[in-house]
């Protein structure tokens, strides 16, 4: 199990700050459950030490980690507290830092996304626009991500090998998602 906790100074009513972060209250802690019903995220107030500890599981999706952070990250905005997520190390980032849930979080990520773009290329992937809308299938060559945007991996343009032929598509942020199919 990985572990937040989140230590704040003032009084506050930190149950209903939970509460209104969509976690619900159960017999022994507050959890924020998945859409099939599964525990994603328990947190348990300490009221006499002001501060709230947060465990999950280390075995997670990107997107259940996304999940998970974007909540203890409103939960700490609203009680103003100081973060120690060293029990939540995720992975190193280029530079060798280490980042955890909060910590280096989007560098992370920004890293991630880089790594995995990188590693479709050559790959059978399909490109959906902003709308989510797919655009385009067959074999990634090359892509481009928005380089002004340094804190989020946006891609505005990417080449695919197609029945067609060579096709370029732009928007301004495509998805790439592999297929899992090879020729």
């Known amino acids: 199990m990985l572990s937040v906790t989140l230590t704040y100074e003032e009084v506050l009513d930190v149950e209903t700050i939970l509460l209104e972060t969509n976690l619900v209250k159960s017999t022994k802690a ?3 459950k998945t859409k099939e019903g599964s525990v994603l995220l328990e947190a348990i107030p300490k ?4 501060c709230v500890s947060f465990s999950f ?5 990107m ?3 996304q999940t998970i952070h974007d909540t203890i990250t409103a939960i700490s905005d609203q009680l ?3 973060i120690d997520d060293q029990e939540a190390f995720m992975g190193y980032l280029e530079n060798y830092e280490k980042a955890y849930l909060i910590t280096n979080w989007e560098k992370w990520v ?4 880089g790594a995995k773009h990188t590693s479709m290329e050559g790959q059978k992937v399909r490109i959906y626009n902003e709308q989510n809308f797919q655009i385009a299938e067959g074999i990634l060559v090359h892509y481009e991500k928005d380089e002004a945007k340094k804190d989020t991996f946006t891609v505005t343009s990417c080449s695919l090998i197609t029945t067609f032929g060579e096709r370029t598509f732009t928007g ?7 297929t899992g199919e090879f020729y």
Do not use: K
Request: net charge negative; no cysteine; hydrophobic share 40%.
């Open 30 to 32: 507050y959890v924020l």
């Open 47 to 50: 009221s006499d030490e002001q």
């Open 57 to 61: 599981s280390g075995n997670l999706t």
């Open 63 to 65: 997107a259940q980690y």
């Open 80 to 82: 103003h507290a100081v």
């Open 110 to 113: 920004y890293f991630l996304n």
């Open 172 to 178: 301004g942020n495509l998805r790439i998602e592999a």
